[in-house]
T-cell receptor, first 116, second 110 residues
Framework: DSGVTQTPKHLITATGQRVTLRCSPRSGDLSVYWYQQSLDQGLQFLIQYYNGEERAKGNILERFSAQQFPDLHSELNLSSLELGDSALYFC???????????????FGPGTRLTVT | EDKVVQSPLSLVVHEGDTVTLNCSYEVTNFRSLLWYKQEKKAPTFLFMLTSSGIEKKSGRLSSILDKKELSSILNITATQTGDSAIYLCAVGNAGNMLTFGGGTRLMVKP
């Protein structure tokens, strides 16, 4: 158990709908990262937050957005869902930049999204 | 664009064998190389290698970073069926963004 929690574990929804995935980082971690893992694309970085501020964006679609709240939990919002958005969505967290281990990212159990 | 390539794509061995998994990378502003083990779901952190720590060992697993060749290997000795998994290599840049390779699927037969 990495200490990163994600809810829900599974989500089944229809095309065109909107969903919200939630992540709580490990205690003490300030960074949260979101990744998408699909069979054809592998594990891809979407977006990073550090202490409430967006730090970096990867291959995140405009239909997707995220935020990190003052209590450091994060939410990933996926809208106008398409069949191709079906994937595993992982959240990861890492220690503050002032620590010696800020490059180590620990992954949550993931949310499996199925769009029908 | 940052790129990570792992080889082989898959590997089948018998218990007790030693395996070597490879990872090569091209990344701007390299900071770290990480190895993860992915079984049913979430990637589990194994090692992180940096310029100041190019070799790591934990039990039967060990890893080396070759900064000159822009590559890393993960060795597993005396393999067990519980080592069966997908092994992922990821490279981190200055912004701590990870780029993952496609993984090596290892199957260890009894």
């Amino acid at each position: 158990d990495s200490g990163v929690t994600q809810t829900p574990k599974h989500l089944i929804t229809a095309t065109g709908q909107r969903v919200t995935l939630r992540c709580s980082p490990r205690s003490g971690d300030l960074s949260v990262y979101w990744y998408q893992q699909s069979l054809d694309q592998g594990l891809q970085f979407l977006i990073q937050y550090y202490n409430g501020e967006e730090r970096a964006k990867g291959n995140i679609l405009e239909r997707f957005s995220a935020q990190q709240f003052p209590d450091l939990h994060s939410e990933l919002n996926l809208s106008s869902l398409e069949l191709g958005d079906s994937a595993l969505y992982f959240c990861a967290s890492s220690a503050p930049f002032t620590s010696g281990s800020s490059y180590e990212q620990y992954f949550g159990p993931g949310t499996r999204l199925t769009v029908t | 664009e940052d790129k990570v390539v792992q080889s082989p794509l898959s590997l089948v061995v018998h218990e007790g064998d030693t395996v070597t998994l490879n990872c090569s990378y091209e990344v701007t502003n390299f900071r770290s190389l990480l190895w993860y083990k992915q079984e049913k779901k979430a990637p589990t952190f194994l090692f992180m290698l940096t310029s100041s720590g190019i070799e790591k060992k934990s039990g039967r697993l060990s890893s080396i970073l070759d900064k000159k060749e822009l590559s890393s290997i993960l060795n597993i000795t005396a393999t067990q069926t519980g080592d069966s998994a997908i092994y992922l290599c990821a490279v981190g840049n200055a912004g701590n963004m990870l780029t993952f390779g496609g993984g090596t699927r290892l199957m260890v037969k009894p």
